[in-house]
């Protein structure tokens, strides 16, 4: 009996270890299947010498040589390095080197990166590196020197009194004319890269403690969701994160000008450089960012004031003043001074076509010799323009196709949009007016406040990067109407952060 029992108590035993032991082989198991997976999924490819010539094989400029033997090798682009430095910096220390068991001490430890990864190997030749490799090290050496524009004045933002330099393709020379402006270790840069083929760097740049990181954090992750294969300059990437990319106005404000960069910097906005574009973005920007200047700041602040005031005025002029002769000239006779009335419809008697008609040709004549001024070279753009539009208007004219009235209409309208400081702003403004003139065509004058209803509807909902577009109107902070309606003296206009980065946030949290 005893016996029986401690068969029955060894069987028992023998089967808790058996089954301990599966449960430890398959806990084994795995454990060494999520080890392989997680290994799998952060494998990274080793840097060869055959690899990387593979991969960059059939490229004109690229360049590998060998050394002591084929024990050490080197590849470059020669279109992207200097010739000068790599010839002192790396093949001349090669050359005289008799042993390479302390080769890195020939090189200068700024110049000089360890990199087994092979992707970074074959970016870092892209970017201007020389890839050395010795057995199965690989080091990327910095000799970059790609030929670049000279900085010159800015073409389309020319300003009377101020700075005259701006920004060129290169995010170097780009960065330093921000340093030489803003010399404080507060200044910070987060470098990103956009284009799955492309690899275009990104720099966003930001005064720690003046601008809002959760601006920061958002814009961050929205150039980092970013899947396109290529981005070829500032203005194709701010239309891809833009919140509400099917408007006509632009939500991103631009710049060539670093002075107007700085001066963002300073008020609390983040801006953001692109790689081979001239161009730099701001964000948060309003619709009233795109109608200040300069100038407005680099004279005395009533003038500044005036002058943007003047701005406004033609924004208006620009969109409702060829409108309100289609409306007038087609249902409000009654509103037209008797003395004008019979100059106008004596002007009128020998065209053959209704007001909007007449004014939609005129518009599109005006927007032709402005495309046609601005491809062509400099001087023959202004002849084209200048004598263009004097032959076709008296043309016109004689010919009874259109009204003199209307081209003197049609002329201040256009002078008025050329006076916004911003081109792609007056380029949506001009765009945004056919709507006025066709509303005018059809619904008269209340056409005219339905077309304004849906233009100040549409702008009033408009955000960038959640902030609203229209602030400080709506929402209203007057606080900062000192330095975007106008142009108040200095001591009343506020420093650091302004109300849409501290008080707004309250208010709409």
Known sequence: MHQKNRNIQASNEKKTITE??????????????????????????????????????????????????????????????????????????????SSFNNFEKSFQQSLFKRENNQEEVLNGILDGNVALFIGRNTYLINVSGSEERAIAQSESETVISGPHDSFNEALKTNVSLIRRRVRSPRLKMIKLSVGEISKTKVLLIYIEGIANMDIVNHLKVRIESVKVDSI????????????????????????????????????????????????????PSSFFDFFESPDDYNQRWIIGTGVRILRYIALFITLILTAFYVSICTYHYEMIPQSLLQSIMQSRSRVPFPPIVEAIFLEVVIELLREAGARLPTKIGQTIGIVGGIVIGQAAVEAGITSNILIIVVAVSAIASFIVPSYIMSASIRMVRFLFIIMAGFMGNIGIFFALGILTIHITGLTNLSSPYFMPISPTFFKDWMDSIVRGPFYKIKKGQPAMQNDGEKERN
């Open 232 to 283: 070829t300059d500032s203005n194709v990437l701010i239309q891809i994160i833009d919140d509400h990319q099917n408007s006509p106005f632009p939500q991103f404000y631009t710049t060539e000008r670093p002075d107007i960069a700085v001066s963002k910097l300073y008020a609390g906005k983040i801006i953001g450089l692109v790689d081979d574009s001239p161009n730099i973005f701001c964000t």
């Open 20 to 97: 301990a032991s599966n449960e430890k082989t398959i806990t084994e198991v795995s454990y060494e299947k999520t080890i392989i997976e997680a290994s799998n999924e952060s494998t990274i490819i080793e840097a060869t010498y055959e690899k990387t010539l593979t991969e960059l094989g059939n490229s004109f400029d690229l360049v590998h040589r060998s050394f002591n033997q084929d024990e050490i090798h080197i590849i470059y682009l020669n279109s992207l390095v200097d010739s000068n430095t790599l010839e002192w910096e790396i093949l001349s220390p090669l050359r005289e080197m």
